[in-house]
């Protein structure tokens, strides 16, 4: 069974249909067993694309995260602190003045790329906000980040690996520099919250600072790209949308479920486990496909439609369990105000190329560009 499916497996250098569309491949891997033993996606392992499996897999303790959080301590409470509606809501301000500013440099313009003129300028000076980082810093901010998603991919070669490990050095050394700042000066960001607590080692900050880079920074420019790209693919769509702007908590719940910035999350088992009728033995790896259980049938009728008044729409796109995303509460915020303030600025908005590519990851539905008409 295993080598006919990996004979009829995406070849990830060319196969360039599975990236255009990896969920017909998922539907294939998820109808001969929901958790599937194999190498199909480079790595030896267990591939999960049934939705029930993934969301026991992610609920079990048993599984263990790669790159945990230490769960009490003071760091991680007050990251979870991001999640409470009023400091969600602290952000809209902030929020609403970027995209407005961003949209008055658009507003004029005959064609835009949406990623470096929008999505990653909005995205990036939140987190910035949030982290404290210099605005003026974030360029160079974004091309770091870029790299260390693709060391993070399964994707990843040798000569990706060492330049990661260079830029993960020239992270560390920007943020040690910035905790120092932060300790003279503290202000109200995140970095000196830390910082000030005497019992966090450094390299605890620091890890923690680059975790959030890498958890909340290219995942939210996806989101937005990925939901605009939706939109202006589904005419019928947008137009509702533009109708009744209400819906626009549901259609960013659909975007994340449709195109899911995070594609791919891994555990391993620290004990024998059966997941449907399936024993993953202690120490194997397991690929939990979080694009792929947000297409199951089981769970959603005609899961291929993209449909903005889809409810309920209990996706996985933020993970769930001890796990869960903990800025998912500000990514959903910064779509709900970007996408309506964009589609009514810019209402001639349309794509500038039927062939638009997204990036060859694994883990990250993630497109390089998105070019625009505006007027
Ligand atoms: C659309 C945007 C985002 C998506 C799709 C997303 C997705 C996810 C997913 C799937 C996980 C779970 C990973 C796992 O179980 O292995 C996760 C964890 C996490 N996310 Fe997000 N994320 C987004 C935005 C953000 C933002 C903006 C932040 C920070 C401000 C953030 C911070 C985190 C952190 C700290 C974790 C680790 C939680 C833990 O291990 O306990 N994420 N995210």
């Not at 910082?195 to 939210?220: K, P, R």
């Not at 939901?227 to 549901?250: D, R, T, V, Y």
């Not at 883990?363 to 070019?371: D, H, Q, V, Y």
Request: proline share 6%; net charge neutral; charged share 25%.
């Amino acid at each position: 069974m295993t080598t006919e499916l990996h004979e009829a497996g995406p070849r990830l250098k060319s196969d360039s249909d599975f990236w255009r569309d990896p969920y017909l491949f998922y539907d294939k891997l998820r109808s001969i067993h929901p958790v599937y033993k194999g190498t199909v996606l480079k790595h030896p392992g267990w591939y999960v694309t049934g939705y029930e499996e993934a969301a026991a897999i992610l609920k079990e303790p048993a599984f263990i995260n790669r790159v945990p959080l230490p769960e009490a301590s003071t760091k991680y409470e007050q990251l979870q602190r991001l999640q409470r509606p009023q400091k969600t809501a602290s952000f809209r301000p902030v929020i609403e003045e970027i995209v407005h500013e961003l949209l008055d440099q658009l507003e004029n313009k005959k064609m835009a790329e949406m990623v470096s003129e929008f999505a990653f300028p909005l995205a990036s000076l939140i987190i910035a906000d949030m982290l404290g980082v210099p605005a003026e810093e974030r360029y160079q901010f974004r091309q770091w980040t870029a790299d260390l998603i693709q060391t993070i991919d399964l994707t990843r070669t040798r000569k990706v690996l060492a330049k990661g490990g260079d830029t993960v050095a020239k992270l560390t050394a920007y943020f040690k520099d910035l905790i120092e700042k932060r300790k003279a000066h503290p202000s109200q960001d995140l970095i000196s919250t830390f910082a000030g607590h005497e019992q966090l080692a450094e390299d605890e900050v620091l890890a923690t600072c680059i975790l959030l880079v890498i958890a909340g920074h290219e995942t939210t420019v996806n989101l937005l790209t990925n939901g605009l790209f939706l939109l202006m693919n589904h005419p019928g769509q947008l137009s509702a949308l533009k109708e009744n702007p209400l819906l626009i908590e549901s259609a960013v719940e659909e975007c994340l479920r449709y195109e899911s910035p995070t594609q791919l999350t891994a555990r391993t088992a620290s004990e024998d486990c059966e997941i449907n009728g399936k024993i993953i033995k202690k120490g194997e790896h397991v690929y939990i496909l979080l694009g792929a259980a947000n297409r199951d049938p089981k769970i959603f009728q005609n899961p291929h439609v993209f449909d903005i008044t889809r409810k309920p729409n209990p996706h996985l796109a933020f993970g769930a369990g001890a796990h869960v995303c903990l800025g998912s509460a500000l990514a959903r915020l910064e779509a709900q105000i970007a996408i309506p303030a964009l589609l009514e600025r810019l209402p001639k908005l349309k794509l500038a190329s039927t062939d638009i590519p997204f990036r060859r990851l694994i883990g990250f539905r993630s497109l390089a560009e998105l070019p625009v008409i505006l007027n």
